[in-house]
């Protein structure tokens, strides 16, 4: 007796009944690059920052000059006007809050204008090739305001980082140089504290508030 026949037509009758639609296909996976996206800068950074007197900042970035004529770095540099040690950054926002602008004033406002001198007796490459001024020995008045500021902002709602390096930048570069000791140690004035917002991307800090406050040109 022969073994019973498969019927495979009949299967194919019973799955595919009147009436109901055969199952989709698949869809062709993605190809698409799973990286994760790189997230755009916001247009505008908000930072408190010590600045230099306009005659010690004009010294420092000849300083900056010298040392790119020196190791042949074909660096950008840094203006005068622009030079700083960043003290606590605020965060990046598409316009600027003003009442968080509002606050930070409020909180920097408690504080004593600086009145110390502040000393690098070294230089290095940095962050984001960075060719900054830095030093441990002679900074730790700079850190106590720091400090000082970091507890106003703290009680005004604010979350202050605590890690700190000290440092100014002179210029940016792709060569990158080895910490070294300067000549001789740079010593400066601490000018003032600004609450600064960066135009991201323009090479613009227009200063929003600054203790002592800037004095007025005097007019011709």
């Not at 606590?88 to 316009?95: I, K, P």
């Amino acid at each position: 007796m022969l073994p019973a026949m498969r019927d495979d037509r009949g299967m194919s009758e019973q799955l595919l009944l009147p009436g109901i639609d055969p199952p989709p296909r698949p869809l062709p996976r993605s190809r698409k690059n799973n990286k994760p996206q790189r997230k755009e800068a916001l247009p505008h950074a908000l930072f408190f920052a010590i600045l230099p007197s306009p005659q010690d900042a004009a010294s420092i970035a000849a300083l900056g000059a010298l040392m790119d004529s020196r190791h042949v770095l074909k660096a950008t540099l840094v203006d005068a006007p622009r030079l700083h040690v960043t003290l606590h950054d605020l965060g990046e926002y598409a316009a600027v809050p003003q009442d968080k602008v509002a606050l930070a004033r409020a909180a920097a406002a408690t504080l004593e204008a600086p009145a110390f001198d502040v000393e690098f007796d070294r230089a290095m490459s940095y962050a984001k090739g960075a060719l900054v001024l830095c030093g441990n020995e002679g900074t730790g008045a700079l850190a106590q305001y720091r400090q000082r500021l970091g507890e106003a902002l703290a009680d005004a709602g604010f979350k202050p980082t605590r890690a700190f390096t000290p440092h100014i930048t002179l210029a940016y570069a792709r060569r990158k140089l080895e910490q070294h000791a300067t000549d001789q140690p740079v010593r400066w004035r601490a000018g003032s504290l600004a609450l600064i917002d960066s135009h991201v991307g323009q090479g613009i800090h227009e200063i929003l508030a600054q203790w002592p406050a800037a004095p007025n040109p005097v007019e011709a």
